[in-house]
Nanobody, 116 residues
Framework: QVQLVESGGGLVQPGGSLRLSCAAS????????MRWYRQAAGKEREWVAF????????IYADSVKGRFTISRDNVKNTVYLQMNSLKPEDTAVYYC?????????WGQGTQVTVSS
């Protein structure tokens, strides 16, 4: 059974940091390209960050470039999202996504709230 389990969300003040984790099981993690998405209340889900399966190349949305870092550990079958210099507009439910052709898997999401 495929599972993607996010953790690490919570309440943080503006300028603070959080690290999200997404533990994967039930498929070959090292073969999957991994992405983080987020969805703020009343808005559409948006892509945040991407990391390849092969060489660990990363790409970021302009809104988080320079503040967020995606990484992966193919031994622990886990992908991470380090979020620094958080802003109130980063408040959203953050979702982990795995694409392993032809399958596309989603986690249940973790809430991140940036507020003073």
């Amino acid at each position: 059974q495929v599972q993607l389990v996010e953790s690490g969300g919570g309440l943080v003040q503006p300028g603070g940091s959080l690290r999200l984790s997404c533990a994967a099981s039930g498929f070959t993690f090292s073969s999957a390209a991994m992405r983080w998405y987020r969805q703020a209340a009343g808005k559409e889900r948006e892509w945040v960050a991407f990391i390849t399966n092969a060489d660990g190349r990363t790409i970021y949305a302009d809104s988080v470039k320079g503040r967020f870092t995606i990484s992966r550990d193919n031994v622990k079958n886990t992908v991470y999202l380090q979020m620094n210099s958080l802003k109130p507009e980063d408040t959203a439910v953050y979702y982990c996504n795995a694409y392993s052709r032809p399958n596309n898997y989603w986690g249940q999401g973790t809430q991140v709230t940036v507020s003073s």
